[in-house]
C-alpha cells in the first residue's frame, strides 16, 4: 500500500501502508494485473478476505465493500511498468 483513505473500505479493514496484499479470496496477487483480475472476479461480494505480508507477519482481513473508486486506465506505454510494481499491488 502506497496510501490507505480514512475511512475507505480497506482502512476499515485495516490495511496501512506498506502492506503488501499477496492474495484476494482464492485468487493470489502478484502483480497490479492480478489485482485486478481479482477485483474483478469478486465484483459482485459485498465483502472479501484479503491476505497481506506486514513485516513478517501475514494479515488476514475482512473488506466490506463501500463506494469504491474507479481504478485509472493504464496508457499502453506503462502497462507492463505498471504490472511488476517495486513491493506488490496496492489498493487506496
Given at each position: 500500500m502506497t496510501f490507505v483513505s480514512s475511512g475507505s473500505p480497506a482502512s476499515d479493514a485495516g490495511l496501512v501502508v506498506s502492506d503488501v496484499i499477496n492474495r484476494i479470496e482464492k485468487y493470489e496477487v502478484a502483480d497490479l494485473g492480478d489485482f485486478r483480475d481479482a477485483m474483478e472476479r469478486i465484483s459482485d461480494q459485498s465483502r472479501f478476505l484479503i491476505t497481506a505480508r506486514r513485516g513478517d507477519e501475514t494479515k488476514f482481513l475482512l473488506v466490506k465493500r463501500?463506494?469504491?473508486?474507479?481504478?485509472?486506465?493504464?496508457?499502453?506505454?506503462?502497462?507492463?511498468?505498471a504490472s511488476h510494481p517495486p513491493s506488490g499491488p496496492r489498493l487506496e
Amino acid at each position: 500500500m502506497t496510501f490507505v483513505s480514512s475511512g475507505s473500505p480497506a482502512s476499515d479493514a485495516g490495511l496501512v501502508v506498506s502492506d503488501v496484499i499477496n492474495r484476494i479470496e482464492k485468487y493470489e496477487v502478484a502483480d497490479l494485473g492480478d489485482f485486478r483480475d481479482a477485483m474483478e472476479r469478486i465484483s459482485d461480494q459485498s465483502r472479501f478476505l484479503i491476505t497481506a505480508r506486514r513485516g513478517d507477519e501475514t494479515k488476514f482481513l475482512l473488506v466490506k465493500r463501500g463506494i469504491l473508486p474507479t481504478l485509472p486506465e493504464v496508457p499502453e506505454k506503462d502497462a507492463e511498468k505498471a504490472s511488476h510494481p517495486p513491493s506488490g499491488p496496492r489498493l487506496e
